[in-house]
Nanobody, 127 residues
């Protein structure tokens, strides 16, 4: 199994930037496709971004052009760079790892396709 711990959240003004990190332990992160999701108060968990084992990326429509997902396999870490933040980006952000049986360019936008989750990190964007 892989354990995931997010960090980098906080309070930022609208237009600002944050970089979230997802540190993995227990297994090599390069063995998994990775995803970022967020959940605002009273809302369902929402897809933010994903990256396949081979580096293919996908983004939710609301963050496209502002957020960038990446992975540093040498550091066993996934990253989410968030720029031009808006108040509606306020949420708890989660990183997740999918099944190690999928190789290459596979990734998923669905919560149910991820097997391992971090505890989440709060991002608050003030107007």
């Amino acid at each position: 199994q892989v354990q995931l711990v997010e960090s980098g959240g906080g309070l930022v003004q609208a237009g600002g930037s944050l970089r979230l990190s997802c540190a993995a332990s227990g297994r090599t992160l390069s063995s998994y496709y990775m995803g970022w999701f967020r959940q605002g108060p009273g809302k369902e968990r929402e897809f933010v971004a994903a990256i396949s084992r081979s580096g293919d990326m996908a983004y939710g429509d609301s963050v496209k052009g502002r957020f960038t997902v990446s992975r540093d396999n040498a550091k066993n870490t996934a990253l989410l760079q968030m720029n031009s933040l808006k108040p509606e980006d306020t949420a708890v952000y989660y990183c997740a790892a999918g099944s190690p049986y999928y190789t290459g360019s596979f990734y998923s936008r669905s919560v149910s396709d991820y097997d391992y989750w971090g505890q989440g990190t709060q991002v608050t964007v003030s107007a």
